[in-house]
């Protein structure tokens, strides 16, 4: 594997082109491509790929993008694409019809806050408001997480006890478009590890009809059917990366990871890249003797809810660092935690929203949260940090 200096949104385009390579020997690859900041440069680097068998689709908006993948998968290409903010909202329509139709598709979602007002930083409000659809969704905080992670969701997807798309999320601008240095795979690691893509109900040769009109008792089998293949999410996942630690030697983080939380009496959540600030700061904090701990959350659908009961272990006092806002409900993060810990009410379990459109997430704040949450009596409705009307 090559070392490079990249940005994340070239490392995201770099394995997006690599799994649609590893595909040549079947059905290709296929992109609807559409650029939005932060996005943009993911299609360009797709744009310049050349594909053995592929294509990348330039096309006229968001909504056409998403139906080129639909096109692309439903004839057994590996399909995938790549969007932000309100690109995401106006391809809504198409996102949920990839996953009732249960196309493993791949998107590489930039998040990116949703407008008006125009905002272009980032808040995963774009991401998480897709969050009733059909699809997958992990969130990543690091240039090589995203590109290990890319490589995973392929791999869970198109498996046939699966069969859902993926959405894989990265932080825009503070991951997007700045540099690490991340471990690419070549091209014949990739090829070993993803199998050729292979959709049982694509279009072959005689006619049929894809998304006809059906009948209660058919969209109440449809769904469960669904959320069957959810279900079957966890151990697929966990056998993928059992097998990308064989090939790629490095092991992927999981559904969620637990850090200094066996002796914790307080854990903060926190996902993508503000789990790394969050990581210094406990170090600190056990530094001088404090117990605390953290939980970094990958995946977020499916929702992982017994994995963070187990997780959280003895600790008394949680708090969910979320970078959304649901109006009129608070974060988006914590409404799925509380789901999870209905049956510990001995757990103070407390809400913060924080960053939200961009704004600095920094030590010094996560100090502030830590402080208050070990100082709390109870809980109360979502905390607002930072924020002056």
């Known amino acids: 594997m090559a070392r490079q200096l990249v940005t994340g949104n070239h490392a995201a385009g770099y394995a997006l082109a690599r799994a649609g390579e590893a595909n040549r020997e079947a059905r290709g690859a296929i992109c609807g491509a559409y650029p939005i900041t932060p996005q943009t440069e993911i299609i360009e680097f797709l744009r310049a790929f050349k594909f053995t068998k592929g294509r990348v689709v330039a096309v006229e908006s968001e909504h056409s993008a998403m139906a080129v993948c639909i096109g692309g998968a439903l004839s057994g290409a590996r399909s995938f694409t790549a ?49 009733d659809a059909p699809w997958m969704q992990f969130y990543c905080e690091s240039h090589q997480e995203l590109v290990d992670t890319i490589l995973v969701a392929f791999r869970v997807a198109e498996d046939p006890r699966i069969l859902l798309p993926a959405i894989v999320a990265e932080d825009g601008f503070v991951l997007s478009h700045t540099q690490m240095g991340v471990d690419l795979p ?34 109440e089998v449809h769904r469960r059917e669904i959320q069957s293949s959810m279900e079957r999410v966890p151990e697929v996942l966990a056998e993928a990366i059992d097998e990308f630690e064989k090939i790629f030697g490095r092991r992927p983080h999981a559904a969620l990871s637990a850090e200094h939380t066996e002796d914790a009496d307080t854990v903060l959540i926190a996902c993508n890249t503000m789990a790394r600030t969050l990581r210094n700061v406990v170090k600190q904090r056990r530094e001088k003797g404090e117990k605390v701990g953290m939980i970094k959350a990958k995946m977020f659908r499916p929702f992982p809810r017994q994995d963070y009961v187990k ?37 103070l379990l407390q809400d913060y929203l924080i960053g939200l459109g961009g704004g600095d997430i920094t030590p010094p704040m996560l100090d502030e949260v830590f402080d208050d949450l070990n100082a709390r009596k109870s809980a109360e409705e979502p905390v607002w940090r930072e924020v002056n009307a």
């Not at 008394?316 to 409404?335: A, C, E, M, T």
Request: aromatic residues 8%; glycine residues 10%.
């Open 186 to 219: 070549e091209q014949e690691l990739v090829d070993r590890y993803l199998p050729k893509c292979e959709i049982p109900h694509r279009l072959k040769h005689k006619g049929v009809t894809i998304g006809g009109m059906t009948f209660p008792h058919d969209t």
């Open 311 to 347: 997780a959280i272990g003895s600790a008394k006092r949680v708090g969910v660092l979320d970078r959304n806002h649901s109006p009129g409900s608070g974060g988006i993060f914590w409404n799925e935690i509380a789901t999870a810990l209905r049956e510990r009410p001995d757990v």
């Open 83 to 131: 969007s932000s903010s309100n690109g995401l909202a106006y391809m809504t329509e198409n996102i949920f019809a990839a996953g009732y139709y249960r196309l493993p598709i791949v998107l590489i979602g930039v998040n990116r806050t949703l407008g008006p007002p125009w905002n272009i930083w980032t808040d995963q409000g774009d991401t998480l408001m897709m969050r």
